[in-house]
Nanobody, 122 residues
């Protein structure tokens, strides 16, 4: 079993920055993928950024150049640094864990974090 515990998030004005953290405990599958999804009210959950089993990162187009995903393998913690935030980034953000090949869709995900609210005001 694996548990993903998120921290961070909150409310910020447009142009500001926030950092999300996700600590994994329990059995972490070797070379697994980790990533961040988000879901805005009335919208489908979508992938934001991910790291695959080889350490390759990927981002959705709307956050490229503004968001940075990273992980600390020593303590199994995933991070998402979000800069130049926009009101359209407002959503519940979820940490995700999945197979080595990568995370791009909801069916790829094996485990979810509890969610962290990010609110960006104009």
């Amino acid at each position: 079993q694996l548990q993903l515990v998120q921290s961070g998030g909150g409310s910020v004005q447009a142009g500001g920055s926030l950092r999300l953290s996700c600590a994994a405990s329990g059995y972490v599958y070797p070379r697994s993928s980790m990533g961040w999804f988000r879901q805005a009210p009335g919208k489908e959950r979508e992938v934001v950024a991910a790291i695959d089993g080889n350490g390759n990162t990927s981002y959705r187009d709307s956050v490229k150049g503004r968001f940075t995903i990273s992980q600390d393998n020593a303590d199994n913690t995933l991070y998402l640094l979000m800069a130049s935030l926009k009101p359209e980034d407002t959503a519940m953000y979820y940490c995700a864990h999945g197979p080595p090949g990568g995370l791009s869709t909801i069916p790829d995900v094996w485990y979810w974090g509890q969610g962290s609210q990010v609110t960006v005001t104009a």
